[in-house]
């Protein structure tokens, strides 16, 4: 067993010891809202956000954009459990930020091993042989985060399965500070209609 798994199970006993009426949660979120945000381990939405288990849905993936599949997931957490607010945030110090979807989609034709990164150049450290499927992939890489913010809240906002009637924010989280920083055009773009 690695370290880690042991650590888990073993944080996964304590936290089931004292995990009370938490059983008893209801299946829709109570503060009725959503956010979609990166999968980066400095983002703790419970902290930011001041959330309990059972306030709000929490989608994560690279980046924290509005991916096919993140919204798949913000349609289902309004249409079957009754979200009526939704957060994009994204962060500064973003790793979407370190790579184009060439430079991606080359070290993965390379070899599927780890890459390095020295602060300028990405390399591929191990043997190969790679795949060429990332050619068929989005990477959905983030040139500037305002931007991406707003897009990815005019992509919710114009999907064909988004009521009007739900109003988006859109915040880059910065991770020097803590705070939410509002991307005013992107809010504008995602008023409720």
């Given at each position: 067993?690695?370290?880690?798994?042991?650590?888990?199970?073993?944080?996964?006993?304590?936290?089931?010891?004292?995990?009370?009426?938490?059983?008893?949660?209801?299946?829709p979120p109570a503060r009725e809202f959503a956010i979609l945000t990166c999968m980066d381990a400095r983002l703790q939405p419970s902290g930011y956000a001041g959330l309990a288990e059972g306030d709000a849905h929490v989608i994560r993936n690279a980046g924290g954009r509005a991916?096919?599949?993140?919204?798949?997931?913000?349609?289902i957490s309004y249409k079957l459990l009754g979200t009526r607010e939704w957060f994009v945030i994204h962060h500064t110090n973003c790793g979407m930020e370190l790579f184009s979807d060439e430079i991606m989609r080359d070290l993965l034709a390379s070899s599927l091993k780890t890459a390095t990164f020295d602060g300028k150049v990405w390399r591929d450290t191990g043997a190969g042989p790679g795949s060429t499927e990332g050619q068929f992939v989005d990477w959905l890489t983030i040139k500037e985060q305002s931007k991406s913010v707003i897009a990815d809240v005019k992509r919710i906002r114009n999907h064909p399965l988004v009521p009007g009637d739900i109003p988006i924010y859109g915040y880059v989280y910065d991770v020097t500070t803590g705070r939410l920083v509002e991307v005013p055009e992107a809010t504008v773009a995602g008023k409720a209609r």
């Amino acid at each position: 067993m690695s370290k880690v798994l042991e650590e888990v199970l073993a944080a996964n006993a304590r936290y089931a010891e004292s995990f009370g009426d938490k059983g008893k949660l209801a299946l829709p979120p109570a503060r009725e809202f959503a956010i979609l945000t990166c999968m980066d381990a400095r983002l703790q939405p419970s902290g930011y956000a001041g959330l309990a288990e059972g306030d709000a849905h929490v989608i994560r993936n690279a980046g924290g954009r509005a991916s096919d599949d993140a919204i798949r997931s913000l349609v289902i957490s309004y249409k079957l459990l009754g979200t009526r607010e939704w957060f994009v945030i994204h962060h500064t110090n973003c790793g979407m930020e370190l790579f184009s979807d060439e430079i991606m989609r080359d070290l993965l034709a390379s070899s599927l091993k780890t890459a390095t990164f020295d602060g300028k150049v990405w390399r591929d450290t191990g043997a190969g042989p790679g795949s060429t499927e990332g050619q068929f992939v989005d990477w959905l890489t983030i040139k500037e985060q305002s931007k991406s913010v707003i897009a990815d809240v005019k992509r919710i906002r114009n999907h064909p399965l988004v009521p009007g009637d739900i109003p988006i924010y859109g915040y880059v989280y910065d991770v020097t500070t803590g705070r939410l920083v509002e991307v005013p055009e992107a809010t504008v773009a995602g008023k409720a209609r």
